[in-house]
């Protein structure tokens, strides 16, 4: 007779303990953490390896989310939302778990956290399990890929950057002007000055290259100091530099900001002429913008240590 409800056999369990234990070390290993939820119910009914995403343990993340379980079905998913998700992700983790009710696997990236804890950016992977053509669980990973995150913006901002200076560079700094002029209101005023250290050849042939980086560094230093955080200020190649001073209330101000800057101490050692348009007044565009500009430069070049600004080629709006 065929035997029922047998109980599995001691060596059966002792095999199922340590298939336990390689999923365990693998999920620690890994850093993700796997969770089921039970839809009609809305219960996560279990949750493995979240200490290691999150620094929270299982039960008291369980404890924690289980309360919601009463709540509508929207109400629910937002308050999931906001426990698990940062304030700017929640809106994913809402579309998201959407999608698995509607019988979709979905995968997305946030910033996730486990009630107060800190936010780690995540790898998110939902699958729905349906009973019959309808899903009636949702399995689900969280993968922690904070540090290759983090690692990749350091990358990104690297590639903005020129390696010397640390200022924007050129394609970077040009993209930044171009884009916030798009964007301008007409009653908005920007000033474009390009910088030339007159003579720097001289510099790197009497006193060597490591000299004359250092004097590129002393200028970049005077211009993040001398202009503001909001202004974008960019090494366009060799001994020549670029600024867009953004919002200048008068042409008082903006010649108070290039005196200090002519004036300033850490690149005293060397003269600077710069040249400067203003727009809209002169140009309603990048390309005219910086050609006035390179011509105001071409005349400060002349005197040498000093700045003009172009002419005006249409009256101030």
Request: charged share 25%; net charge negative; proline share 5%.
């Amino acid at each position: 007779m065929e035997k029922v409800n047998e109980p599995p056999s001691e060596q059966t369990m002792q095999t199922l303990l340590e298939y336990q234990e390689i999923f365990q070390v693998a999920l620690k290993s890994a850093g993700i953490c796997v969770f089921k939820v039970d839809l009609n119910r809305q219960l996560y009914i279990f949750l493995e390896n979240a200490q290691a995403v999150f620094g929270k343990p299982d039960k008291e993340i369980l404890s924690e989310i289980n309360r919601f379980r009463d709540f509508p079905p929207a109400a629910y998913r937002q308050e999931i939302a906001k426990y698990f998700s940062h304030p700017d992700d929640q809106e994913s983790t809402v579309c998201a778990i959407q999608t698995v009710w509607t019988g979709k696997s979905v995968s997305y990236y946030a910033r996730m956290k486990a009630g107060n804890t800190d936010c780690v950016w995540c790898k998110v992977d939902l699958i729905p399990v349906p009973e019959g053509s309808v899903p009636d669980h949702m399995i689900g990973t969280i993968s922690n890929i904070h540090d290759i995150k983090m690692q990749a913006v350091l990358y990104e901002a690297d590639a903005k950057k020129d390696p010397l200076t640390g200022l924007w560079n050129r394609k970077y700094a040009e993209s930044r002007i171009q884009s916030i002029l798009c964007s301008s209101h007409p009653q908005d005023k920007h000033a474009l000055l390009i910088i030339d250290l007159d003579d720097f050849k001289d510099v790197n042939d009497i006193c060597g290259h490591q000299v004359g980086d250092r004097v590129l560094e002393a200028t970049a230093a005077d211009l993040k100091r001398c202009f503001r955080k909001s202004d974008v200020i960019g090494r366009w190649g060799g001994d020549e530099f670029f600024v867009l001073v953004r919002d200048i209330p008068d042409i008082h101000f903006l010649s108070g900001k290039i005196t200090a800057f002519l004036e300033s101490s850490a690149s005293s050692q060397i003269a600077k002429s710069i040249g400067c348009a203003i727009y809209p007044d002169q140009a309603d565009h990048y390309s005219q913008l910086f050609e006035l500009a390179d011509r105001a430069l071409y005349m400060a070049k002349q005197k040498k240590n000093t700045f003009v600004i172009a002419p005006p080629l249409k009256p101030p709006l």
